[in-house]
């Protein structure tokens, strides 16, 4: 599992938006009603950065402080993977909480999603499902982390992305941890 310092090497635009001291989710409150563990590579990056759109494209999802349950609830109510399911469009993945459900975590401007298949027990070891615009399913052995460091370090390929993804220079975009 690498760590959020590889992801800043391959992905430097995003490191003007690490949170000094970190930000404060509650991680027992969000995982109790999700109502399962997430990755600890996604707790070092969700305490380190807010929501980050990597050049208007991309959008990583992070839970903010005081609105964990918010994320919680988003992750377990995909209607529109559950649509999908239930229209038989999930090749052999089905939604969370089923057992070894999807749970999104990005997405991007064109309609990929990007989610973790939550199986096995250890959420370190849950790989990385693509569901591109073209109606692909793509499942990667790896974390979030190791998977966005390799997208943007090149190591990664993914296939059914624009011709231009990723950008040579990917700009990054921090959005603030306010609660309206």
């Known amino acids: 599992m690498l760590r959020i310092e590889e992801l ?29 563990a997430l990755p600890s590579d996604f707790h070092s990056l969700a305490q380190a950065y ?17 609105a ?12 529109i993977l559950q649509d999908l399911y239930e229209m038989g469009d999930t090749e052999d993945y089905v939604p969370y909480p089923q057992p070894g459900g999807l749970i999104s975590w990005a997405e991007s401007n064109s309609g ?4 973790w298949k939550t199986g096995p027990a250890d ?3 849950w790989p990385v499902v693509v569901r591109t615009a073209n109606a692909d399913w793509i499942e990667f052995p790896v974390g979030a ?10 190591t990664l390929d993914l296939p059914g992305m624009p ?6 220079s990917p700009q990054v975009l921090g959005l603030s941890d306010r609660i309206d």
């Open 68 to 79: 964990e349950m918010s994320w919680a609830s988003g992750a377990r109510e995909d209607e």
């Open 8 to 36: 800043e090497a391959a992905l430097p635009a995003m490191t003007r938006w690490r949170v000094p001291g970190g930000r404060n989710v509650h991680w027992a409150a969000l995982e109790a009603g999700l109502g399962t």
């Open 163 to 168: 011709r231009d993804f990723p950008g040579e």
């Open 123 to 125: 959420p370190d070891a």
């Open 145 to 154: 982390v190791e998977f966005l460091a390799g997208v943007y370090g090149r």
């Open 112 to 115: 990929d999603v990007f989610y």
């Open 50 to 66: 807010p929501v980050l759109v990597v050049d208007d494209f991309l959008t990583v999802y992070v839970p903010r402080p005081g």
